[in-house]
């Protein structure tokens, strides 16, 4: 079995920052790509970044480009999302995601691409 366990969600002004870690523990495998996705109230799941197992590949949604940035600490098995520049409208619960193996999923940006998930960290933003 492989957990996910999300942190560093809250409650911040628009304007803000809040930075979002994901511990990943159990069955570890040997190299695995990571995303993080968001799920607002009456809202599908959806795509904010994604990163390979190398950190050398990354990729975001244009909602949050230039705003967000994902990163990864393989020596402490978690990654991060550091979001500066927070509007109400990314307001979600943020999740993030597995994939074994070193390269991203093709489609990196679909849900389903991925293989473990963690239960989310709630994000609120205010006006």
């Known amino acids: 079995q492989v957990q996910l366990v999300e942190s560093g969600g809250g409650l911040v002004q628009a304007g803000g920052s809040l930075r979002l870690s994901c511990a990943v523990s159990g069955r570890t495998f040997s190299s695995y790509a990571m995303g993080w996705f968001r799920q607002a109230p009456g809202k599908e799941r959806e795509f904010v970044a994604a990163i390979s197992w190398s950190g050398g590949a990354t990729y975001y949604a244009d909602s949050v480009k230039g705003r967000f940035t994902i990163s990864r600490d393989n020596a402490k098995n978690t990654i991060y999302l550091q979001m500066n520049s927070l509007k109400p409208e990314d307001t979600a619960v943020y999740h993030c995601?597995?994939?074994?193996?070193?390269?991203?999923?093709?489609?990196?940006?679909?849900?389903?691409?991925?293989?473990?998930w963690g239960q989310g960290t709630q994000v609120t933003v205010s006006s």
């Open positions: 995601a597995a994939d074994p193996g070193p390269r991203l999923p093709v489609n990196y940006n679909v849900a389903d691409e991925y293989a473990y």
